[in-house]
């Protein structure tokens, strides 16, 4: 997703409002964050046993667990889209 959005025009990027990335995994790289897209429009959500997010190229049972994230999620989202 990181390179998706990357990749498209300003004009475009401007038009994504929120993005959620749950298990990002290229989280220890980037600092939690898209280089040349707004932190604040950004929630990363990643777990402390989800090796994925810290920089190893495993998939542990950490990764599958965001399911239990999804209000954290929803609230982000909402907080933002809320005020469009």
Not at 25 to 31: A, E, F, L, P
Not at 45 to 65: A, N, T
Not at 69 to 84: E, H, M, P, R, Y
Request: charge should be positive; charged fraction near 15%; include cysteine.
């Amino acid at each position: 997703m990181m390179n998706a959005i990357q990749s498209i025009s300003s004009a475009n990027k401007n038009k994504l409002k929120a993005g959620i990335f749950f298990g990002y995994t290229r989280n220890q790289q980037t600092g939690g964050k898209i280089p040349g897209y707004p932190a604040e429009k950004l929630k990363v959500i990643c777990k402390f046993d989800d090796v994925l997010c810290w920089g190893l190229p495993l998939i542990s049972v950490g990764h599958l667990l965001y399911g239990t994230d999804v209000n954290a999620a929803v609230a982000f989202l909402t907080k933002l889209l809320g005020s469009l």
